[in-house]
């Protein structure tokens, strides 16, 4: 059973940084490209970054030099340093895999 389990976010000043994490198991990790999206109130759920199993990245514009996304196939855990980030970064971050969804973690940027 594939599970997937966010944490990291919180409450952070404009300009601050946060790392979240997603921690998988039930499948072969380092087979699988994964990413994030996120959901702030009143909008659809939008991709912010994905990895693919070897590693490569991309971005969504606006994130772009900011955020880094990452993974450790030895600890089956994907990565998001989030850097320098701005009020319209809050959402509920999810962690993704194909169909597969964790429950999210809240990020909010306000002073």
């Known amino acids: 059973q594939v599970r997937l389990v966010e944490s990291g976010g919180g409450l952070v000043q404009p300009g601050g940084s946060l790392r979240l994490s997603c921690a998988a198991s039930?499948?072969?990790?380092?087979?699988?490209?994964m990413g994030w999206y996120r959901q702030a109130p009143g909008k659809q759920r939008e991709w912010v970054a994905g990895?693919?199993?070897?590693?490569?990245?991309n971005y969504l514009d606006s994130v772009k030099g900011r955020f880094t996304i990452s993974r450790d196939n030895t600890k089956n855990t994907m990565y998001l340093q989030m850097n320098d980030l701005k009020p319209e970064d809050t959402a509920v971050y999810y962690c993704?895999?194909?169909?597969?969804w964790g429950r999210g973690t809240q990020v909010t940027v306000s002073s």
């Open positions: 993704n895999m194909r169909y597969n």
């Open positions: 039930g499948f072969s990790f380092s087979n699988y490209g």
């Open positions: 990895i693919s199993s070897g590693g490569v990245p």
